[in-house]
């Protein structure tokens, strides 16, 4: 972009990129702002003001004009099923950010009618009925009417799903199948199943009869992930940490994100970790994978981060709050060889814990195992979740060397939440701020893509405001993270949970060049218009990545979306509602900031002798008014 008075000169250090004329946010307290940056192979090569990258500038140097917007750091989604995500994206219809339950209904019409037979239409995640105006679920008489043929099925957090008539006969559900352990499927009087399936409490029969459904094969899973990726560059993630979860089994689900790294086609960093899918087998796995890669294992795009969200499927509660906390069995025992044999072999984990009397037996397990010398013993681990952990747990945690990793699920769960139990124990659900006073690392991120929506500003707005998306307020003043804070989640402590803290979540010379130029200013927009920010700019080691306004173009062009029927070919990811303007509140508080500002106006005038000094009745300028 030719920019006035920056003249290209020849130099040996030329910059491949310069950002300028912004606002910038660098998350370095030596030099928490700036004007302009320059990235050179990777890199932050200077960081400051116009003069400060004029030296950069050669002939091959792209220069950027940020058009006095607001730059920060990219975004580092710290608990994000990215790589399942990426593995099934072009086959999902995404109510993301969809406003009514009409308009998912014919959108999901439309699909069915393009879906070629043997195909399913899958709604997996990203939204909740308490987002909609009828605030509810479709039934399944509304997705029979939509689609009589075309197998439906439609996931509703880690609460239930909707299946049309067609989609139960492609499962095979019928009157004599048996309820798996856990879950339930819904009959009628006359004993068929009903189209609902529930998670009392486990969520295992909603995913594995998704797991039912065709998957994609060949190249149309790299394609996928491609597309899954930079619909995540949309938002200004540059990186993630993948929690793996159920159904991902490596290596071979793996294998996709391993080959478009190779081919230097990932557009998004991506720090994994390996979870046992098979229960009664998880010491096994856990030691073959000890002997066959280490965590850091990999390079700045792609490496290992540890073991987990699971270690052992006993120990694992389940977090749908609909449902009574489950009660789980003994499963220290196996447990504890679990953490032994990754503790011993330099392995860090995360630990799926929703509930404090499941975080409280953890600890008594990891307790014992510092009394032989193995906590704290410098390898990274922490819980993820932790909805009600307790302040005694929190000491615990913090002598033990671990992390905290928290999402935004009650963006999405909160009123079930509330129901169960009660808007005290919401109000403090997870305690971040008794996280941060203990000088933990917290991690933010969504939990995405079965549950939260993997935009990350829905989650920076729960953070700030307390808000879910059907607008309650959950937290309370006291409980809540101010922007910088909640930002820092987001970018310096998810570095910090991969190890990278060094080069990666801050903009400083010798860095990442990772950055996200924002469409609103984050630290001054309303607090409503925090969850409508996206990136305009989206760079990762200096490359583009993610192009739109007046960037359109600067970035790489991706392949077609395959399969043609897909629907993100059609309707694409996150659906970005227009804002819905002033609210009541803010109108009222507006109008009275104006009020003030006549009366100080006045009084301005007054003392000058431009107006009287008391306020008397102005005689009307139009004469309708005019006795």
């Not at 006993?314 to 990754?342: C, G, H, I, M, S």
């Not at 999402?407 to 009660?422: C, D, H, K, T, W």
């Not at 077609?560 to 996150?574: D, E, K, L, R």
Request: net charge negative; charged share 25%; glycine share 10%.
């Amino acid at each position: 972009m030719p920019v006035g008075g920056v003249v290209p000169r020849a130099t040996d250090d030329a910059a491949d990129l310069v950002v300028r004329n912004a606002k910038i946010h660098t998350g370095d307290p030596g030099r928490p702002h700036a004007g302009a940056i320059a990235i050179r192979a990777g890199v932050i090569a200077a960081v400051g003001d116009d003069k400060d990258v004029a030296a950069r500038i050669g002939s091959a140097t792209k220069v950027v004009d940020a058009l006095g917007r607001r730059v920060i750091p990219g975004l580092n989604d710290s608990h994000l099923h990215v790589i399942r995500g990426g593995l099934n994206y072009v086959l999902e219809l995404r109510w993301d950010g969809v406003p009514t339950l009409r308009q998912g209904l014919a959108m999901l019409r439309e699909q069915a009618a393009r879906t070629p037979k043997g195909q399913w239409v899958r709604v997996v995640g990203g939204w909740s009925a308490e987002q909609f105006a009828e605030r509810r679920l479709p039934t399944v008489a509304e997705l029979n009417a939509a689609a009589p043929d075309t197998p439906v099925f439609v996931l509703h957090l880690y609460q239930s799903a909707v299946l049309n008539r067609a989609a139960l006969k492609a499962a095979g559900y019928a009157r004599d199948t048996p309820d798996p352990r856990g879950g339930q499927i819904v009959r009628g009087r006359d004993g068929e199943p009903t189209g609902m399936l529930l998670a009392a409490p486990s969520a295992l029969v909603l995913y594995s009869t998704l797991a039912k459904a065709p998957v994609l094969e060949g190249d149309d899973k790299k394609t996928s992930t491609r597309h899954f990726l930079r619909e995540l560059n949309r938002f200004g993630l540059t990186s993630a940490i993948d929690a793996a979860g159920g159904f991902q089994n490596f290596p071979d689900n793996y294998s996709t994100v391993v080959e478009l790294a190779a081919a230097g086609q990932l557009s998004l960093r991506i720090a994994y970790h390996l979870f046992p899918q098979t229960a009664g087998q998880e010491i096994d796995d856990l030691a073959r994978w000890i002997e066959m890669a280490r965590p850091e294992d990999g390079d700045a795009w792609l490496r290992l981060n540890g073991a987990g969200e699971n270690l052992t499927w006993a120990a694992a509660d389940f977090e749908n709050f609909t449902q009574p906390r489950p009660e789980l069995a003994d499963y220290e025992a196996e447990f504890e060889k679990a953490v032994r044999l990754l503790m011993e072999n330099g392995w860090g984990f995360r630990l799926h814990a929703t509930y404090d009397e499941t975080i409280r037996r953890d600890l008594a397990v990891f307790e014992k195992l510092a009394a032989e010398g193995l906590f704290p013993a410098g390898n990274r681990w922490l819980f993820d979740h932790a909805e009600t952990v307790s302040a005694d747990s929190l000491d615990r945690v913090a002598a033990l060397g671990g992390a905290m990793s928290v999402q935004n699920r009650l963006s999405f769960q909160g009123e079930a939440f509330v129901r169960r139990y009660g808007p005290g124990a919401a109000a403090d659900a997870p305690p971040i701020r008794a996280m941060l006073d203990r000088g933990l690392t917290v991690g933010a991120g969504t939990d995405a893509t079965r549950v939260s929506t993997y935009n990350p500003w829905i989650a920076l707005h729960w953070l700030v405001t307390g808000r879910t998306v059907g607008d309650l307020t959950l937290r309370p003043p006291q409980s809540r993270v101010d922007r910088s804070t909640a930002l820092a989640m987001f970018t310096e402590a998810g570095a910090a949970l991969t190890g990278e803290q060094d080069v990666k979540g801050v903009l400083r010379t010798g860095c990442f060049g990772d950055l996200a130029v924002l469409s609103e200013d984050y630290f001054t927009v309303p607090e409503p218009d925090i969850a409508h920010i996206e990136s305009l700019l989206t760079v990762i080691g200096g490359r583009i990545v993610h192009a739109a306004a007046e960037y359109e173009g600067l970035d790489e062009e991706p392949p077609p979306v395959s399969p043609a029927w897909s629907p993100v070919a059609h309707f694409g990811g996150y659906q970005a509602a227009p804002r819905t303007g002033l609210s009541g509140v803010r109108q009222a508080e507006l109008l009275g900031q104006a009020v003030e500002e006549s009366v100080e106006h006045r009084q301005w005038r007054a003392r000058r002798g431009l107006a009287p000094e008391t306020e008397t009745a102005s005689p009307a300028l139009d004469p309708c008014f005019s006795l």
